[in-house]
């Protein structure tokens, strides 16, 4: 029968653990961009697992849901700049579902998997690695449901520029989540286990963080090179911008001026919304359109809203001089209750004023994410599109050699939104071993390196251009070739576990009760 006499120091008291729950979820929250303190973390994430410790299903709901509020609540609280506190306050709140839910199945996790497997390596080891894939799994799940999840703030973002970020090439961004998950729970059960000497305790999370730093980035081809020029026009481009018809097509037009007659650039890339006229259906910008494109010798990709028919797209242009749109991308993944109001019958009259806010309903791209730009494969990802692993995936089954990432981050103003997106991008480009481009209205824009450094940006809320000789690369990372088969992995994994748990360390009938 298993050991069922306690072997660790019971877990913190409920008063305790909330505190501790709300310390830890705004620490975690330091640990992006800004300030970008990527250490905080461990502490953080440590003290939110340790108040998880000794609690039952509905402790864990508690503690799971508070140290939700606290992190996500300070992390995207850019939402409030032009939305106000109702927008801000459904978003978190519909996190806190998801990391009440994951917090109860961490507490089971601490609960049974000690008790099923009271060995040394079960204590030390298993149990850990089930608490940190239970992460996982609710990152794995708010990431994709509902209406294609709010893949924002998962542990791998926070790594963006700290030493675990080329491990993402390996694994993806949901197995370095576990990864960290994992390495932060083996340092908790660590520090309470009571059976062993400190030094026998210490040396699993020792010895995981040491393979975790030592592990070598993965090699990355270059193939060639090209020339990449970016323009952030610090257009008056946000949702309630009061601008004049065509003001930001010309605020982007000027801003590309400096780059006129220059030699030797073979693509030109402006962000998403960069012109306000649709140079599909105005010929002023498509003139417009012919005269960048003539003066700097090159394609222009540019964002702008279309229409075909009754439907409406967020889309990426490719235009040369006379010729016009030779390729098109429209976004695949319009944002929910931004770009589109799912189930706008049920949602619209619950707070019409509000939702009066998104008074048309982009549809979802169905064409393919790259363009051919003389030889150059570019994939393409509008915005929030660099968050979703699929897109990914499917931008490089597609044959990008490089990402051009065109936003618009006006609507966000002077707050963090837009550099956590671009850490979100560093991270995407050291996952793909591809160069990345992120152009944005008014910033923060900068061409990333396949090793995720900073090749050349720009200030933020200012015009200007990037010029870079951009590597181009054909690898095949582990992380591309593997695809989601490691996240399944992690989630069967853990669920298995948690339920074969569940019946092993149930008490045998006859037996007594701790």
Request: aromatic fraction near 10%; charged fraction near 15%; proline fraction near 7%.
């Amino acid at each position: 029968m298993p050991d069922l006499n306690p072997t660790t120091r019971p877990g913190p008291r409920i008063g305790v653990a909330l505190l501790a729950a709300v310390l830890g979820g705004w620490l975690m929250s330091l640990a992006y961009p800004d300030p970008g303190w990527w250490p905080m973390m461990l502490p953080g994430l440590g003290l939110v697992l340790w108040a998880l410790r000794g609690r039952t299903v509905g402790g864990g709901l508690i503690i799971g849901a508070v140290s939700g509020f606290a992190y996500y609540g300070a992390l995207i609280e850019w939402l409030t700049v032009y939305l106000g506190l109702v927008p801000w306050l459904a978003l978190t709140l519909a996190q806190v579902f998801f990391t009440a839910l994951g917090g109860a199945l961490i507490a089971l996790a601490w609960r049974w998997v000690p008790r099923a497997w009271p060995s040394t390596a079960g204590r030390l080891v298993l149990t850990p690695l089930v608490v940190g894939g239970a992460w996982m799994v609710r990152e794995a799940v708010s990431s994709v449901f509902p209406f294609g999840g709010f893949a924002w703030g998962r542990l791998a973002h926070s790594q963006a520029e700290g030493p675990l970020s080329p491990l993402v090439a390996w694994t993806g961004f949901s197995a370095l989540s576990f990864l960290i998950a994992a390495l932060v729970a083996l340092t908790v059960t660590a520090l309470v286990e009571t059976r062993r000497s400190r030094a026998e305790r210490a040396s699993v999370p020792v010895a995981f963080a040491v393979l975790l730093l030592v592990w070598p980035a993965f090699p990355v081809t270059i193939i060639g090179t090209t020339t990449i020029a970016a323009v952030q026009g610090n257009s008056n481009s946000g949702l309630f911008a009061d601008y004049e018809r065509g003001e930001i097509l010309q605020a982007h037009y000027d801003a590309t001026r400096p780059l006129f007659g220059r030699e030797g650039i073979d693509m030109l890339v402006w962000p998403e919304n960069a012109s306000d006229l649709d140079p599909l259906r105005s010929e002023y910008a498509a003139g417009v359109m012919d005269i960048v494109s003539e003066q700097v010798n090159a394609p222009l990709l540019v964002g702008t809203i279309t229409v075909a028919g009754d439907k409406t797209f967020n889309s990426q242009l490719m235009w040369r001089t006379g010729e016009g749109a030779v390729d098109q991308y429209d976004k695949i993944r319009p944002v929910p209750f931004a770009e589109y109001l799912p189930a706008r019958e049920f949602f619209y009259p619950l707070a019409p004023d509000l939702f009066d806010l998104v008074p048309r309903d982009f549809a979802f791209g169905q064409r393919d994410t790259v363009f051919n730009v003389d030889g150059v494969i570019a994939g393409i990802a509008i915005c929030f599109d660099i968050v979703a692993d699929d897109l990914f995936l499917q931008m490089m089954d597609e044959g990008a050699e490089v990402i051009i990432s065109p936003t618009n981050n006006a609507d966000f103003g002077v707050t963090d939104q837009s550099v956590q997106q671009l850490a979100i991008a560093r991270l995407r480009a050291v996952e793909a071993g591809r160069a990345l481009v992120n152009a944005s209205t008014v910033g923060a824009s900068a061409i990333i390196a396949p090793d995720g450094s900073t090749i050349v940006d720009l200030p933020l809320f200012e015009p200007g251009t990037m010029v870079a000789e951009v590597p181009l690369s054909d690898t095949t990372t582990p992380a591309h070739a593997l695809g989601r088969t490691l996240e399944w992995l992690v989630i069967l994994f853990t669920v298995v576990t948690i339920t074969s748990a569940a019946v092993l360390a149930r008490p045998r009938h006859g037996a007594a009760t701790p």
